[in-house]
């Protein structure tokens, strides 16, 4: 097993669309909403579910872009200083109703730092989490509040996740650990 794409364009955007709709029917107060993307996909994803709720309901949701490099607990192990990135949010998420968005959830240490890091940022009234990909393994207690596709893996197993805004296409893989 090399690659095995397991998500396409089409699948892609579905998804999307079913956790938007999902966030409008969870009776969100959309006005008190902001999205924040974990970098970097995160981002991209986090702005087209803003540009779908903008479009289905007419309301601008800010987003953010949260950098959670001096957050990991496994820096550590790191040799070197991390490459770090700017957050940028667009405004104070205190008393906010706040979205973390992410590509994948595995073993969720990075929504872990996530939290951390959005604390810096005031305190949200409500904290929820989006993921495109639920694979599984966790390693402390988070589950996603909204998820576009569950794809069970193996740990041998890795999910590539590819983004038009950054990889020139949308579409998932699957793919072994190890092989070329």
């Given at each position: 097993?090399?690659?095995?794409?397991?998500?396409?364009?089409?699948?892609?955007?579905?998804?999307?669309?079913?956790?938007?709709?999902?966030?409008?029917?969870?009776?969100?107060?959309?006005?008190?909403?902001?999205?924040?993307?974990?970098?970097?996909?995160?981002?991209?994803?986090?702005?087209?579910?803003?540009?779908?709720?903008?479009?289905?309901?007419?309301?601008?949701?800010?987003?953010?872009?949260?950098?959670?490099?001096?957050?990991?607990?496994?820096?550590?192990?790191?040799?070197?200083?991390?490459?770090?990135?700017?957050?940028s949010i667009p405004e104070s998420l205190e008393g906010k109703e706040?979205?973390?968005?992410?590509?994948?959830?595995?073993?969720?240490?990075?929504?872990?730092?996530?939290?951390?890091?959005?604390?810096?940022?005031?305190?949200?009234?409500?904290?929820?989490?989006?993921?495109l990909i639920d694979r599984g393994h966790r390693e402390v207690p988070?589950?996603?509040?909204?998820?576009?596709?569950?794809?069970?893996?193996?740990?041998?197993?890795?999910?590539?996740?590819?983004?038009?805004?950054?990889?020139?296409?949308?579409?998932?893989?699957?793919?072994?650990?190890?092989?070329?």
């Amino acid at each position: 097993m090399t690659k095995k794409e397991v998500i396409d364009e089409v699948t892609m955007k579905r998804a999307l669309t079913r956790i938007t709709y999902e966030i409008i029917e969870r009776n969100y107060e959309i006005n008190q909403l902001v999205l924040v993307g974990i970098k970097t996909r995160g981002i991209y994803i986090a702005q087209r579910i803003a540009q779908r709720l903008q479009q289905l309901e007419n309301v601008e949701v800010p987003v953010g872009a949260l950098d959670i490099t001096l957050y990991r607990d496994d820096q550590k192990e790191q040799v070197g200083k991390p490459e770090l990135h700017a957050s940028s949010i667009p405004e104070s998420l205190e008393g906010k109703e706040v979205i973390v968005v992410d590509d994948v959830l595995f073993t969720g240490r990075t929504i872990r730092a996530a939290l951390d890091a959005i604390m810096d940022f005031g305190r949200p009234q409500k904290v929820a989490l989006a993921v495109l990909i639920d694979r599984g393994h966790r390693e402390v207690p988070i589950r996603a509040d909204f998820v576009g596709k569950n794809i069970p893996t193996s740990s041998a197993e890795e999910i590539i996740v590819e983004m038009l805004e950054v990889d020139g296409a949308d579409r998932v893989f699957i793919h072994k650990k190890g092989e070329a």
